[in-house]
């Protein structure tokens, strides 16, 4: 599958999880990441590799976005369906989920630079949460916390270290070339 409509497909999903989140209405957009994360493990010969890369998303997720909502830096929109160690939010951890499946469209590109994708994670991780947090409410900072900036220093370490974690996790066995049967 083109890299493009990759890229467009998450897009996609992220604003309709995160719009989701902020109405209170996730049934359908997690149906919908789930479709998306089923069907690119499907599509591809690195079955084992694009799982793994998920699974991996999504315990970073539990600790990236859990490690702030137990210490109340932050509070997220629908609480209610979040895992119960920690209170990461289970639209959050789709979005990590799908994040990591589609990543081999374009890991090519960083593979043998990971400074870049250290660089990409520590930018755009804390753009999409400022974005969604400003944009959607879907992320609130109570009075005690450290607020948006202390976040964007949380979120900017974590991508930093986590994008380049996930990329090393699929980039083992057949087609770690980028080449890929979707």
């Given amino acids: 599958m083109n890299a493009l409509l ?8 992220w604003f309709a999880l995160v719009i989701g989140a902020s109405r209170g209405h996730t049934a359908i957009p997690l149906v919908g990441a789930a479709v998306l ?27 990236i976005e859990g490690v702030p909502a137990f210490l109340s830096w932050c509070a997220y929109a629908s609480p209610e369906l979040a895992v119960p160690v920690g209170g990461a ?3 959050l951890l789709a979005i990590w989920a799908a994040f990591a499946v589609t990543l081999d469209a374009w890991e090519h590109l960083v593979r ?18 400022a974005g969604a947090a400003r944009t959607f409410d879907v992320i609130v900072f ?9 976040m964007i220093a ?9 994008l380049p974690l ?3 996790v699929g980039t083992r066995g057949p087609a770690a070339s980028g080449e890929d049967a979707d």
């Fill in 89 to 91: 939010p289970v639209w």
């Fill in 142 to 150: 109570p009075q005690a916390s450290p607020g948006l900036a202390g």
């Fill in 154 to 162: 949380w979120w900017a370490t974590c991508w930093a270290i986590a």
């Fill in 37 to 63: 994360v089923v069907a690119r493990l499907v599509a591809t010969r690195r079955r084992r590799q694009r799982a793994a890369r998920a699974i991996a998303a999504v315990l970073l997720g539990i600790v």
């Fill in 6 to 13: 990759i890229g467009l497909l998450y897009q996609a999903l």
């Fill in 166 to 168: 996930l990329l090393a």
């Fill in 112 to 129: 043998r630079h990971w400074w870049i994708a250290a660089l990409l994670g520590a930018i755009g991780g804390p753009l999409a949460y």
